[in-house]
């Protein structure tokens, strides 16, 4: 507050004098307003800053569960062709012809199961991180327009006292 109280009373003194205490409560609000609006804009970022944090954090679990998804079809296209191969040499039936096709289509709907799986899990990791990259611009732009927000109280409020004393002076109106 004090550059543009010196300001303003420098200004005054060529217009009149110091300010009056209308005019200074006038400035008191125009800084107190200037400095609401540049706090709303730290607390908006620091906010967008947590949920991106936040998105990141989904992103690393959506990977984590998508490895443990892919495992998972794996293991189950093993265990089923285990079963397979048990079936058919309990039954005395070689492992040639159709019965290897079949628990080679297994093997190939497993794979396909694990790579679907490593499929949703990129998406869902790319949604996460869009969502960040966007939650991070709202914060920054959140923080320029509180900062925009600080300069265009500063000057409308300065303007207001400024033309306030103008008026005074213009009609003759003293202060008291």
């Given amino acids: 507050m004090g550059f543009l109280s010196t300001g303003l009373m420098a ?3 060529g217009a009149g004098g110091a300010l009056s205490a209308g005019e200074q409560f006038s400035l008191f609000g125009t800084m107190l307003e200037a400095g609401g609006s540049v706090l709303g804009g730290l607390e908006e970022r620091r906010m967008a800053r947590y949920g991106a944090r936040g998105e990141e954090m989904a992103a690393l679990g959506a990977e984590r569960a998508g490895a443990l998804e892919m495992r998972r079809a794996r293991a189950e296209g093993r265990r089923t062709i285990s079963a397979q191969r048990a079936a058919y040499t309990a039954a005395g039936v070689t492992l040639e012809g159709s019965p290897l096709e079949i628990m080679q289509s ?8 694990a790579q679907i799986a490593r499929y949703n899990t990129a998406l869902q990791v790319q949604e996460h991180m869009q969502r960040r990259g966007l939650l991070r611009r709202r914060g920054r732009m959140g923080f320029t327009g509180g900062i925009l927000g600080a300069g265009k109280s500063i000057l409308f409020g300065t303007a207001d006292i400024i033309g306030h004393r103008g008026r005074m002076q213009r009609y003759g109106t003293t202060r008291r």
């Fill in 106 to 113: 297994t093997a190939g709907e497993a794979e396909t199961e």
């Fill in 11 to 13: 200004a005054g003194a």
